[in-house]
Structure formats: structure tokens, C-alpha cells
């Protein structure tokens, strides 16, 4: 522990020193973070909670001017933040005010597939959608984001998306003040051009935008001031392409609570937290009085093949955000010893195996809306066997479900999570487990949640069947023994 203690004060210094020296080219970050409002709501006569949400086009400040035309939700840039607790029926109406179709998906919510707001829940412009669900999981940092299907990178990168905040009722005590001590924090990169979102076809070719600007919430160069001795910061990775090594540099402490679906079972005092595209992880970070620390991307580790300089979009460390603790902070709740209890999620009775075959295919296919592509049987945990046969990162996401990565590599990996990184040539291993049935028309999703990737068609279908069920044949699964 104490070599593991004096590790850590040599990261923090290291990190500390290279804050302190490393000045030049560095972003100031002057302008205070904005966070996204959260979404009133109401109890409808039949007892939901109803959420009004409209999706329009706008203007904003992106750092370019005040005239840079943007989508949000509820307002001209991103959406307000979404909080419900599990047990609660919840209504979302969605209008398209956009002048084109899109579609609203809430990603990671475990819930029946014609709610899921993907590529088969279209939204005409003019149009309202009105799903509606009970929430049935514990308490996570989930989002939304359109899904249509290839125009989803373009109608992410213009704005719309948001923060979908689950709670559990009787949860740890864990700082959850919105706005005080719990912090959304979305990141995103642009690409600017006349002080217009650069839309170029280049940009959203290959593995999609790498921008040179990076957002927090939609606010440049932004800092938040730590009024309490530790804030609970909720990191979602919105970007279309850029994955980020997220480091906290300064005198402070970071330790990693929750990832995609929810809280991990302990804490876990960590140095870095990466986040490829879509995915999320909740830390608790502690910031000395009167000091400011940075929440930086550092480029990749050496020796790793996490990142590639066509993936990071460089080896440029990124200013991220500034963390101001002024000098009197308030007491918040530290991480408790225990967060969760350990998740089980049966014995798997299938294993199936999908391959990643290029930047547009999986198992040799193409995205087809008509097609089913996975037969599952409701009730049953299967292992999912996905591998990366290309010399390409990508990642993998799956709809409807928190998974557990068997053999995972650290921390962030050993948590409920519906999105996974995957290094060229790597195999993860998933234990999924299906609870929603689902008609065989509407199927879910799984795909790469590089934007430019799923558009172009790395993307397939599933549904979940009763047990007997005529199944779509597929020769990828295989009886455990
Ligand atoms: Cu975040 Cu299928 O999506
Ligand atoms: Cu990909």
C-alpha cells in the first residue's frame, strides 16, 4: 500500500510538474462551465413522469462567435440533463423541430426495444414520438443521442445530445447535488471553419471528426469552481471519434466509482480513466483548498496500443477543464468502502461470435434494416465473443443491456458497461445477459460507436425471442457444454 502510496505522490507530482512548466501552446481555461439545466418534468394523469424534449436548430457560442449554427435540445446546444429514479414510468415527448428526421436513442437504458429511439423509431420533422418505460436498473450516467441510421455522426456532431441520470433510491451516499458536487461533464471535439461547425465530407470520412477544439458541455476552454471538498464528476465521452485518457493533474485525488451502467462494487483510486466514444465513467475527485487542478487527455502511453495518432488525433495533450477549489470548501460524502453489490448475471447458455471484419462490416455484413442478424433467447446470458480482425480500433456497443467484460483490464473495465473499447486484433469476451423480449420487427442495435463507423454500416440487428421461438438461423452460436 505504501509503495502504492508513493507511486501515486510521483504520478501526482510528475503530473503536477508538467501543469506547472508545460505552459506553452496550453488553453487558458477562463470560461466557467456551463451546465446543461436539468429537464423539468410532471406526473401525468395515468402517474408517469413526463419529460417534454424538442429538438430544434439554433445558434451558440462555441468559442467561434456567438453565430455558429448548432442543434439542441430544449435550447440552441445540447439538452438539458435527464434525472429519474429506478421504479419510476417515464414519458418522453420528443417533437422534431429540426426540418429533417431524425431519432432520440437513450443509451444504455435497459428497456423494450420500440422505446429505444434507434434507426426503426424515425421522427419525422413536424413529428412527436412519445415513448414510454419504467426504469428497471440501478443508478447510472446514461445519455441520449439521435440514431439515424447514416446521418447519426452528422446529427451528433451538430448538437444534440444529453445527459440521461439514473437514480437508485436507498443508494450509497455519494455527493449528487446537480450542479454543486455532481458535475456532468461532456466531451466533444469540433472542427471550426468561418466560425461554422465544419461539415466537410473529409471530416466525417475514415474514422470520423477529429476536431481541433475540445468542449466541455459545449463551453470552450472551461473551468467549474470546487466549492466542496470533493466532486463527483460524470464523464461522457459524446465525441464522434477521439477517444481521451482523462488524467487529473494538480494536487488531488481521483478515484474511479462508476463506469457505463453503473457503480462499481468498491472504489478505485486510479491515475487515468480512458473513454473511447460513447463511453461513460464516474470518478470522485478531490481537489486541495485554494488550488487548481486540470483535467487533461494526455497522449498515449508508450508502449501501448491503446491509441493510434489517427485515432487520439494526435499526441497533443488536451486541456480539458479547469477544476478551481476555492479556499473554504464545504464537506461532501468521501466514497464509501462498499458501492454495490456484486451483479449476477447467470450462467451463460450460448456463446456467439461476431467479428469485426472492416470499418463498415460485421461477420463479413453491412448494416440492412431488413435483416435480423442475432436470435436471442429471452432469460438467458450468453457470452459474446466479439474480436477486431482489422488493423483499426474500434469499439462496441451494445443496446438494451449492461454487460461484464470477462478477463477485463483494470478497473473501468470491471464494471456494468454497454460500450467496450477494442485494440486491432484484440478479442473481448462479454457476459450479456436479455431480459426484454422483443417482436421481430423491432429489433435492437449493437454496432461501433465511432459515428462514422455505425453510419457506414458496422452495425447490426438482434432480437430477443421466446424460449422455441423460430429463430433466424446463425451459424455463430454455439451450446456451452
Ligand atoms: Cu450511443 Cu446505438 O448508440
Ligand atoms: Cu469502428
Redesign the pocket.
Known amino acids: 500500500i505504501l509503495a502504492g502510496i508513493a507511486a501515486m505522490a510521483i504520478v501526482m507530482a510528475m503530473a503536477w510538474s508538467s501543469a506547472v512548466t508545460d505552459t506553452s501552446g496550453a488553453v487558458a481555461l477562463d470560461t466557467e462551465l456551463r451546465i446543461p439545466p436539468l429537464a423539468g418534468s410532471r406526473i401525468g394523469p395515468d402517474g408517469a413522469r413526463v419529460f417534454d424534449l424538442e429538438m430544434r436548430a439554433g445558434t451558440a457560442d462555441l468559442g467561434h462567435g456567438p453565430q455558429t449554427r448548432t442543434w439542441g435540445v430544449n435550447g440552441d446546444y445540447l439538452g438539458p440533463t435527464i434525472r429519474a429514479a429506478r421504479g419510476d414510468t417515464v414519458r418522453i415527448n420528443v417533437d422534431n423541430e429540426l426540418g429533417e428526421t431524425s431519432t432520440l436513442?437513450w443509451?444504455g437504458m435497459h428497456l423494450p426495444a420500440a422505446m429505444d429511439g434507434?434507426p426503426h423509431q424515425l421522427i419525422e420533422t413536424g413529428q412527436r414520438w412519445a415513448p414510454e418505460w419504467t426504469i428497471a436498473q440501478p443508478a447510472a450516467t446514461l445519455w441520449y443521442?439521435p440514431?439515424l441510421h447514416g446521418a447519426t455522426a452528422e446529427h451528433v456532431y451538430r448538437g444534440i445530445a444529453g445527459m440521461f441520470i439514473v437514480d437508485e433510491p436507498g443508494g450509497p451516499d455519494l455527493p449528487s447535488e446537480y450542479g454543486v458536487d455532481d458535475i456532468p461533464v461532456i466531451v466533444q471535439d469540433k472542427q471550426f471553419r468561418d466560425g461554422q461547425l465544419d461539415m466537410s465530407p473529409a471530416l466525417f470520412a475514415e474514422a470520423g471528426v477529429l476536431g481541433g477544439d475540445v468542449l466541455v458541455n459545449g463551453t470552450p476552454a472551461p473551468y467549474l469552481e470546487v466549492t466542496t471538498e470533493r466532486v463527483r464528476l460524470r464523464l461522457l465521452n459524446a465525441s464522434s471519434a477521439r477517444s481521451y485518457r482523462f488524467v487529473v493533474a494538480g494536487t488531488a485525488t481521483v478515484d474511479l466509482i462508476g463506469t457505463d451502467g453503473g457503480l462499481l462494487e468498491r472504489p478505485h483510486r486510479v491515475d487515468h480513466v480512458q473513454l473511447s466514444p460513447?463511453e461513460r465513467a464516474e470518478i470522485i475527485v478531490e481537489v486541495a483548498a485554494g488550488t487548481t487542478a486540470v483535467l487533461r487527455s494526455e497522449p498515449p502511453e508508450l508502449g501501448l496500443n491503446f491509441w493510434t495518432d489517427r485515432f487520439s488525433g494526435g499526441d497533443d495533450t488536451l486541456e480539458i477543464l479547469g477544476l478551481r477549489a476555492v479556499d473554504n470548501l464545504a464537506p461532501s460524502p468521501g466514497p464509501p468502502p462498499v458501492l454495490a453489490a456484486p451483479r449476477d448475471l447467470g450462467e451463460p447458455a450460448t456463446r456467439r461470435e461476431l467479428t469485426i471484419t472492416s470499418s463498415s462490416t460485421i461477420n463479413g455484413r453491412t448494416m440492412d434494416m431488413e435483416r435480423i442478424d442475432e436470435t436471442v433467447t429471452v432469460g438467458t446470458t450468453e457470452i459474446w465473443e466479439v474480436r477486431n480482425a482489422t488493423g483499426d480500433p474500434h469499439n462496441f456497443?451494445i443496446?438494451d443491456v449492461q454487460f461484464q467484460i470477462l478477463d477485463p483490464e483494470g478497473p473501468l473495465q470491471s464494471g456494468p458497461k454497454d460500450t467496450v473499447y477494442i485494440r486491432p486484433g484484440q478479442v473481448v469476451r462479454l457476459l450479456v445477459r436479455f431480459e426484454h423480449y422483443t417482436d421481430p420487427a423491432t429489433p435492437y442495435?449493437f454496432?461501433c460507436?465511432l459515428l462514422a463507423h455505425?453510419d457506414r454500416g458496422l452495425m447490426g440487428q438482434f432480437v430477443v425471442v421466446e424460449p422455441g421461438a423460430t429463430a433466424t438461423e446463425s451459424s455463430r452460436e454455439h451450446p456451452m457444454r
Do not use: S
Open positions: 436513442h443509451h434507434g443521442h440514431h460513447g456497443h443496446h442495435m454496432h460507436h455505425e
